[in-house]
């Protein structure tokens, strides 16, 4: 008995023992069972841990065959993969107790604290990738303290921060070391040139503080891979770099990298990958890239690289992938480079590179960009699997081949700015996936063949600047364009119904024979389809006959102002139409683009012309066009486009809803919720003008609630968004009436901004329309929100006298006639407020509200009320509880001065 107890109380200090000491001997294989259950335990039970479960009838090792363990042949745990599992916390210390584990695999959870110290005491881990996971901190100093069999160590993408430590160089048998995007804000040591088992380096996407790459790095024999890319590097990659021998793949990419690429480099290693791409690289590109003979791939674009392609490239059968564009590179390509089998992309342009394209372009090429160098020859005839060809600036000539069935699978293609000259062939209908074609400014000539119109992805079609005659195709019209420019070519005829839109109407310029019986596209007029014809050889026939030396002047001049012309309208980048919407959408830009005719133009002015369309699903829209004949600087672009983003996110009963804002080079579509009453002026003041006047007349009460919607409106404006918006156009044609003949205002003032964008900044942009423009804006650009009081001020005016805002007679202004009618007579009812409204009931009203007119458009804007006083004035009139209020007589003499 007595023995029994001994030898239990024996086992409990030993069991205690072994609890205890910090060098515990391994766990039995039913402990590590137990060991992990706790682990499941301290995880919380996540759902994927659901296998890890005990049962008294399963043996000691049965855990060996749970999800994610793998043990050794004689029972232990040695592996535990568990990635991409939503495993939540942190690393429990006890993880070490399993004294096998060589593998822990966590990649992809939640792991979250800072570097477990504890995992030091894994001895044998040879494999630990915490990568994807929610770890900070610093890795701690002594981190040589892991075990020395670490073989693989990856942190990447956690949040560690602060410095990669010297410590790092002492893991002797490290041959990964993945520390990529991490917040490492500090130094990574010279000490990684230690490791002499290393063969893969990550750094990439750290923000370390500006730092050379140390010459260290070069005695990394066992190098194969190096990534630094967006690491915050300056200076000179080391010449020691060349020695690297087993480097395969090297990416340095977005850096500032500057001075010279080792010249060396590339002759002592089997290099597959090399990215120096975004540096500020210059010199040449090293002579022997490919002589190891296994180069894939050369990227090292936007940098100052000079002189030329290297020769290596010439015999360089692996290449794949080549991004040298924006570069200064000169001379030849190395015309053997064309016969690489597996080329599939090559980008060059913006450099100054020669040489010519073989005929036959290797068929795996599906991208192809040259543009804006010096390539000549001609184009090649087949190239079965390019996706996108630009070529655009080179010197191209000879004739588009024949059997473009060879190019079926372009999406883009672009000659424009070279010699190519001959017809547009037939086949062209075979590029059926061709959503950018771009043969502008060359020498074509012939007639467009229909089969253009048939091409179902193109969306941007640019043949302008050639010698293309005949009719436009009648097939045309079923194309859905965002870009069209047919402009400066000698085609002829009645441009076809369907491209007769507001948004072609730069698109046919410069074509002397081309005319539309719609005014919207700026063409003359057709005097019927063949008398325009008949017209121009009359006309040529004349000219020959009674020609002589005035006709040689003539013909010079004319050469001249055509050719000016195209240089204008070359100047004026187009650039295809871009949809920024606010609110979730019905339809496509294609569609608003295509109502833009002639039939749904609902007015037009100073500002530019307003559409009616009606969209697919029944709903109206307003689109106003508005054409600044002059591309915006930055700042004015962005200007509107800040005013624009603003009243994009609006949402309030009297602002009209801007849904969407549609812009190319030169114009801007606005489109607008569709009001069906248009604006107030419209109802005023149609007895002035030709327009034919609205049958209804607005009688006071609505002209009262007309005004009160327009205060609200402006006073959101002023009071409830952050920054205040300035409408800076307030007027009556600003003003908008829904079928209710509730108000919105409208516009704020972005027309404004694009009509003046042709003016010097000196001339404020802020100014508004001729009779609502306050004083001030002659003087002064900085203005506030009082200017809009004012153009609100002439708006009370215009709803009570019935006369236009710059309708003042000898007095000038509305604004000055309605003051000086007001000092001179006492009896405001005579000769002052409009006949329409004369009404005993509404007198008083009609005062109060003409007074507040006039004290808004007080000289000084100090002395304007504000919106929301205004606004306040005309609720208390509409309830007519108050028979004399405003300001009296004094006050308002004294405001004026
Ligand atoms: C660790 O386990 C994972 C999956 O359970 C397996 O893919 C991997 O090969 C194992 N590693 C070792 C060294 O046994
Ligand atoms: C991470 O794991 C989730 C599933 O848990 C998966 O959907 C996701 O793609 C993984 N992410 C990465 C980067 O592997
Ligand atoms: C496992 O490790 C933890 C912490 O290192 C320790 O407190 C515990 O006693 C160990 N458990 C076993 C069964 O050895
Ligand atoms: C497991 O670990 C123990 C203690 O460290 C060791 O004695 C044993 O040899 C290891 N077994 C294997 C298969 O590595
Ligand atoms: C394991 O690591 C922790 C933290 O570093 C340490 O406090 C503990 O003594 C170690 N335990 C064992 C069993 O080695
Ligand atoms: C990690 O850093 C990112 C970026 O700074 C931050 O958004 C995120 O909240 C951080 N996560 C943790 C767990 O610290
Ligand atoms: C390069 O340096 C400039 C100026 O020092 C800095 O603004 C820029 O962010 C740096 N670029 C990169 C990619 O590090
Ligand atoms: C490119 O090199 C030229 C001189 O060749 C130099 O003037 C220019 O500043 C360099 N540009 C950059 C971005 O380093
Ligand atoms: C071309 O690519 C294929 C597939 O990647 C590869 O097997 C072949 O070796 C490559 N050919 C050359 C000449 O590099």
């Not at 370390?208 to 005695?219: C, L, S």
């Not at 215009?798 to 202004?813: I, N, V």
Request: glycine content about 8%; charged content about 20%.
């Amino acid at each position: 008995m007595a023995n029994i107890k001994a030898i239990a109380t024996l086992f409990f200090t030993l069991t205690i023992f072994s609890y205890l000491s910090p060098k515990a001997s391994s766990l039995t294989p039913e402990q590590e069972k137990q060991t992990l259950l706790q682990l499941k335990n301290f995880w919380r039970n996540p759902t994927s841990l659901q296998s890890w479960k005990d049962n008294k009838k399963s043996s000691t090792t049965a855990h060996c065959n749970w999800f994610g363990i793998t043990c050794s042949s004689d029972g232990f745990i040695t592996n535990i993969s568990l990635p991409n599992q939503n495993i939540y916390g942190p690393i429990p210390d006890s993880l070490c107790n399993l004294t096998n584990l060589t593998h822990i695999n966590l990649y992809n959870n939640s792991i979250s604290g800072q570097f477990p110290k504890s995992l030091y005491n894994c001895s044998n881990l040879e494999y630990l990738n915490l990568g994807q996971n929610y770890l900070v901190g610093t890795i701690p100093s002594d981190i040589n303290r892991i075990s020395s069999s670490l073989v693989y160590l990856s942190l990447e993408a956690n949040n560690f921060s602060g410095d990669i430590p010297p410590g790092i160089g002492q893991l002797p048998n490290i041959q990964s070391l993945i520390l990529n995007n991490n917040l490492f804000n500090g130094s990574f040591p010279a000490e990684l040139g230690q490791l002499s088992s290393l063969q893969t380096l990550w750094l990439a996407y750290n923000p370390f503080t500006p730092a050379t790459i140390p010459q260290e790095f070069g005695k990394l024999k066992n190098l194969r891979f190096l990534w630094m890319t967006k690491a915050n590097l300056v200076g000179n990659i080391p010449d020691s770099f060349s020695k690297l021998s087993a480097l395969q793949h090297l990416d340095l990419s977005i850096n500032n990298l500057t001075g010279v690429l080792p010249s060396e480099f590339g002759k002592h290693s089997k290099l597959w990958e090399f990215d120096v791409s975004n540096n500020r690289i210059s010199g040449e590109l090293p002579a022997g890239l490919c002589a190891g003979g296994t180069l894939t791939s050369v990227v090292a674009f936007n940098n100052n690289l000079t002189g030329r392609l290297p020769d290596s490239l010439n015999h360089c059968v692996t290449l794949d992938n080549i991004q040298v564009y924006n570069n200064k590179l000169t001379g030849d390509v190395p015309s053997r480079m064309w016969s690489a089998m597996n080329l599939t992309t090559v980008m060059m342009h913006d450099n100054q590179l020669s040489g010519t394209l073989p005929e036959k372009l290797p068929w795996n090429i599906s991208r192809l960009q040259i543009a804006n160098n010096r390539f000549s020859g001609k184009i090649p005839s087949t190239a079965g699997n390019l996706q996108v060809f630009e070529a655009a600036n080179n010197q191209f000539s000879g004739e588009i081949p024949g059997n473009l069935s060879s190019f079926s699978r372009l999406q883009t293609l672009s000659l424009r700015g070279n010699q190519i000259s001959g017809g547009i062939p037939g086949s062209i209908s075979a590029l059926r996936f061709v959503n950018i074609l771009d043969l502008s400014d060359n020498h074509l000539s012939g007639e467009i063949p229909a089969g253009i119109g048939s091409l179902p992805s193109l969306t941007k079609l640019d043949l302008s600047g050639n010698e293309l005659t005949g009719e436009i195709p009648q097939k045309m019209s079923e194309l859905k364009l965002t870009f069209l420019n047919l402009s400066s070519n000698q085609l002829s005829g009645e441009v076809p119904a369907g491209l007769r839109s507001g948004a072609y109407d730069e698109s046919f310029l410069a074509n002397p024979g081309l005319c539309s019986p719609s005014t919207v596209l700026n063409l003359r007029a057709c005097g019927g389809q063949s008398a325009g014809k008949n017209h121009t050889s009359v006309a040529l026939i004349l000219s020959f006959v009674f020609g002589g030396l005035a006709l040689l002047g003539t013909a010079l001049f004319a050469i001249r102002v055509i050719r000016d012309y195209k240089r204008r309208i070359d100047r004026i980048d187009l650039g295809p139409w871009k949809l920024t919407s606010f609110h979730s959408l019905d339809f496509t830009e294609e569609r608003i683009l295509k109502g833009l005719t002639e039939e749904n133009l609902i007015g037009s002015g100073g500002g530019g012309q307003v559409y009616k369309i009606v969209l697919r699903a029944g709903e109206i829209v307003a689109v106003k066009k508005i054409r600044n004949s002059k591309k915006l600087d930055s700042r004015r672009e962005n200007e509107f486009q800040a005013k624009v983003q603003i009243l994009g996110t609006i949402r309030q009963a009297n602002i009209v809803k801007l849904i969407a804002c549609i812009s190319n080079g030169v114009s801007k579509l606005l489109v607008y919720e569709y009001m069906h009453n248009k604006s107030l002026d419209r109802w005023l003041h149609a007895k002035h003008r030709s327009e034919s006047r609205e049958n209804v007349k607005l009688d006071w009460p609505t002209r009262l609630s007309i005004a009160i919607g327009a205060a609200k409106g402006l006073c959101y404006m002023h009071n409830d968004c952050n920054p205040a918006v300035v409408h800076s156009d307030v007027k009556s044609s600003n003003i908008l009436l829904d079928d209710e003949f509730g108000a919105k205002i409208a516009d704020f003032g972005l027309a404004r901004m694009l009509v003046n964008a042709n003016e010097p900044e000196s001339v404020s942009i802020v100014a508004g329309s001729i009779g609502y423009m306050a004083p001030e804006c002659g003087y002064t650009r900085k203005v506030n929100e009082k200017v809009d009081v004012y153009g609100f001020g002439v708006v009370l005016l215009e709803l009570t006298t019935g006369r236009e805002a710059r309708d003042g007679g000898d007095e000038g202004s509305l604004a000055d006639w309605a003051w000086q009618h007001f000092q001179d007579s006492n009896q405001l009812i005579d000769g002052i407020i409009d006949d329409e409204i004369k009404n005993p009931a509404y007198v008083h009203e009609i005062e109060t509200v003409f007074k507040l007119g006039i004290l808004c458009t007080g000289k000084t804007p100090s002395m304007r009320p504000t919106m929301k006083q205004v606004l306040q004035v005309l609720e208390m009139a509409r309830f007519r509880s108050i028979t004399r209020i405003g300001p009296d007589r004094d006050f308002l003499l004294y405001s004026r001065t």
